[in-house]
T-cell receptor, first 113, second 115 residues
Framework: AQSVTQLGSHVSVSEGALVLLRCNYS??????LFWYVQYPNQGLQLLLK??????LVKGINGFEAEFKKSETSFHLTKPSAHMSDAAEYFC???????????FGGGTRVLVKP | EAGVAQSPRYKIIEKRQSVAFWCNPI?????LYWYQQILGQGPKLLIQ????????DSQLPKDRFSAERLKGVDSTLKIQPAKLEDSAVYLC?????????????FGSGTRLTVV
């Protein structure tokens, strides 16, 4: 069984400030971890993923995430928020074999000018 | 490359009516998924196909939902009869890697409103 918990359904940040979105997971096997972004009335777009190897993963649009096995976490960060980062972000966990993704409840990011 | 195509984009039906959604995955992607996303929640997997075979349909309400992928390419998802709680966005996704480790590519979804 696998599950994902995203802390905070809404996050408000000022333009230029750090963006930090928290994600904790549970998985009975080594996980694949993903962050997706969803803009209004659109599908989900892959930001970044962790499967194996380096635990610090860089993605598109300046985002990165770090896999911490001891903390079962995969938090998403961006050093400086831009207005275009306003969207909903989903963390997801999968397993290596016959993969299906389990998504968290999402975090909506609001960027203030 | 072309993305995952879904139609229609929006659909409004009355409860107890039937509805069908269509998905065309990225060419060459063997694995296709249908997800249900209720407003304010993360997507929930309904069914997973590998080519034209079902891999996982454990969360598909089989008394009213059905899905098929006859030729291992396009897929349709049907609801009959619809209930108010079926109002959601239905997302189709596909992946090249059979393990999904490359991440999915999602379509824009079909927003269903049941009144």
């Amino acid at each position: 069984a696998q599950s994902v918990t995203q802390l905070g359904s809404h996050v408000s940040v000022s333009e230029g400030a750090l963006v930090l979105l928290r994600c904790n997971y549970s998985s009975s096997v080594p996980p694949y971890l993903f962050w997706y972004v969803q803009y209004p009335n659109q599908g989900l777009q892959l930001l970044l993923k962790y499967t194996t190897g380096a635990t610090l993963v860089k993605g598109i649009n300046g985002f990165e995430a770090e896999f911490k096995k001891s903390e079962t976490s995969f938090h998403l960060t961006k050093p400086s928020a831009h207005m275009s980062d306003a969207a909903e972000y989903f963390c997801a966990v999968g397993q290596a074999a016959g993969n299906k993704l389990t998504f968290g409840g999402g975090t909506r990011v609001l960027v203030k000018p | 490359e072309a993305g995952v195509a879904q139609s229609p984009r929006y659909k409004i039906i009355e409860k107890r009516q039937s509805v069908a959604f269509w998905c065309n995955p990225i060419s060459g992607h063997a694995t296709l998924y249908w997800y249900q996303q209720i407003l304010g929640q993360g997507p929930k997997l309904l069914i997973q196909f590998q080519n034209n075979g079902v891999v996982d349909d454990s969360q598909l309400p089989k008394d009213r939902f059905s899905a098929e992928r006859l030729k291992g390419v396009d897929s349709t998802l049907k609801i009959q009869p619809a209930k108010l709680e079926d109002s959601a966005v239905y997302l189709c996704a596909s992946s090249l890697d059979v393990t999904g480790g490359d991440g999915y590519t999602f379509g824009s979804g079909t927003r269903l409103t049941v009144v």
